[in-house]
C-alpha cells in the first residue's frame, strides 16, 4: 500500500496551520513572507498508511466562514523537518529561458524552499508532442501545468483515466487561501470547475488585496500612430468607416516623411494562424462574427455563416485589392516589423510587446514619433464590442494520481494565494527586489529596467513570476507600476475594454465530454482548414465574393450542424453550473 509523508497528526496539524495562517503573522511578517514552524515538527515526517491519511482527512473541519487570506500566509507545517521533492511540468517563458536553466532560479522559488523544505525538480518541456509521450508512458510528475481543458476529453477524462486527481474535496482543507478567492469571486469559482462542480487545478488571477475580488485587464486592440494621425489633421477614428478612411490616408500621403510615397503599410497584419488571429480575425467583432463559433445571445451560431462574417471578409477584400494592408499578410509572421520601422500605421495587437514596445522603441528613433491604443470602432451596422464572458482555461497547475504527498503539494500551491506567498510571486524578496513603501510594493528601479546583461522582462523574471502565468494571485499593484504609468499607458485599459456592458461573441470556457471531443475534432479539422483557405482566397482575390453562397453549402455539407449541437450542448451545461 503506497505511503504518505503526512500522518493521521499530521493531517490535523496541517488543517491547523492553514487556518490559522502564519501562526505569528502580522503586517510585517506578511512583507516579507516568513513563517515560524509547527510545534508539532517531530510529526513532519512519520508516514502511515493510506486508509490512516483519509480517515483524518475525513474527519477534518471545515474552513471557517471568516478565514482571510489578507491575514495568511504559509502553513505551520512548512519548514517539513525532513524534505520532500516535488516534481513539476510548467513552461517556461521566453524571458526566463533567456536568463536562467529553470524556474529553480528564480529568487522567489528559491526563498520557498528555504521557507517550506520542499524541493522541486522543474521539467519545463511542454510540447503537444511531449505531453502526448508523457500521458501514453503513464508515468506522470507530481504537478501539471498546461492548458489541460484543451487536451482531448479535457480534465473529465484526465481524472477518469487517472491522470490527475479530483480536487474538490481537498481544495478547502488544504488550500483555503485559494478556496477564499473564489469563494469572493463565484462567477470565476463557476468559471473554473467542471460542468459537475469538480476542481481540478488552480491557475493564475490578477487579484485586488483591498477588495479580494480578481481584476480584469486587456491584454490586446486596436493601435495606431497618432503621429501621423496629426500630420494629416485627422481625429482618432470611431468607426470602421472612419477607420477605412484613415488608412487610405496613411496610403496616399508621406506620413513617415522619407521622400518615399509608396512604402507606407496602413494596416499591418501578420500571418500564421496565431498571428492572423491576433492581428486581423479580432477586427471580425468589430463586424459582429468571427471565424469560429461565437454567441448570438445564448445561442451558438458558426461565425463564417453569418451575413456579418461576410461584410468582415468583403471590408479586408477592399483593403487588399486598394493595397493598404502589407501583401504578404498570410505568411509574413515578422510583419510587426513594419511598426517599429516606422512603415505601418495601424494593427491590433498585444500591450506589451505590442503598443508599449512599439511607443517606446519609436520614441527613442524620434520623440515626436506617438503610437498609442485605439478604442475598438463601431461596426457599419452599429455593432459594438460587448463584454468577455467568463471562462476557465489557459495553463493551469493540477496534481497528478502519483504524486505521493499531494496534501502538502497543494498546501505549498495555496501559499502563492496568501497575501504573504503574493507579495513574494509578484514582487520577489523584500529588501532585495520591492520595498514596502507607506504600506505599497515598490519594485526597486534597478529590476524593473533594462541593464546590459537582461531587458526589463528578463530582469523581473530573476526574481519573481509576477509577470507570468504561474499559479497565484498576481498582485494589480505589479500593473500599476509597471503597465499602467505613463497617460498612454493608462489610456489603454479604457480603449480595450468593452464599449457596451452587454456580452460580446465571444464563446465561455465550455468543457467536451471525451466522446464530444472526440467527433467535434474530427468535423472541425477539415471545417476549419477549408474556412481559413477560402477566408484568405476571397480577400486576395484569389475566389470570387459571388462564390460565397457555395462556401457557406460547403461548410453546412461538411456536418458543422452537428458541430452547432455539440458546442450549444456544452454551452448549456456551462450556464447551468451551480
Known sequence: MKKKIVSALLCATLLSGLLTGCGNGGAEQQGSGETGSSDQSAEKTSEVSEDSQSSATEETP?????????????????????????????????????????????????????????????NHNCSEEAFATMISSKQYPDLINYPLMGVAGGPSALIEDGVILDLTEMIPQYAPNYWAWMKNNPDMDLANRLDDGTIFSLGCQLGNWETLKFEKTYISGPQIRKDWLDKLGLEMPTTIDELYEVLVAFKENDCNGNGDPDDE???VIAGGDKRLGETMYTLAQCFGTGNSFIMDGDTVVYGPLTDYYKDFV?????????????????INEDAFNLILQDQGGFTIDAMNSGVIAAHDLLKQTDDSYNYVSMAWPTGPDGQQVGMGR??????????????????????????????????????????????????????????????????????????????????????????????LVEDYQKEIQANWGPQKEEYGTGMPGIVLTAEENDEFSDIMADVKTYVSECTLKFIRNEMSLDEWDSFTDNIEKMNIGKALEIQQAAVDRFNSRQ
Open 390 to 483: 467568463s471562462g476557465g482555461g489557459g495553463r493551469m497547475t493540477a496534481i497528478s494520481t502519483q504524486c505521493e504527498y499531494p496534501e502538502i503539494a497543494l498546501a505549498w500551491l495555496d501559499y502563492a494565494y496568501s497575501y504573504a506567498g503574493s507579495l513574494n510571486a509578484t514582487f520577489g524578496i523584500e529588501g532585495e527586489s520591492y520595498d514596502m513603501v507607506d504600506g505599497y510594493p515598490t519594485i526597486r528601479e534597478e529590476v524593473k529596467t533594462t541593464n546590459d546583461a537582461w531587458n526589463v522582462e528578463e530582469n523581473l523574471c530573476r526574481w519573481m513570476v509576477g509577470s507570468i502565468n504561474y499559479p497565484c494571485i498576481r498582485d494589480i499593484r505589479f500593473y500599476e507600476q509597471m503597465n
Open 314 to 330: 468583403t471590408f479586408m477584400n477592399k483593403l487588399y485589392t486598394e493595397g493598404l494592408i502589407n501583401s504578404d499578410f498570410p
Open 62 to 122: 471545515a474552513v471557517p466562514e471568516d478565514f482571510d487570506p489578507r491575514t495568511a500566509g504559509l502553513s505551520d507545517i512548512f519548514p517539513l523537518e525532513e524534505p520532500i521533492t516535488l516534481t513539476y511540468l510548467i513552461r517556461q517563458n521566453d524571458a526566463m529561458a533567456a536568463t536562467m536553466d529553470t524556474y529553480a532560479d528564480v529568487e522567489f522559488l528559491k526563498r520557498l524552499e528555504e521557507l517550506t523544505n520542499v524541493h522541486i525538480e522543474w
Open 265 to 267: 503599410i496602413p494596416y
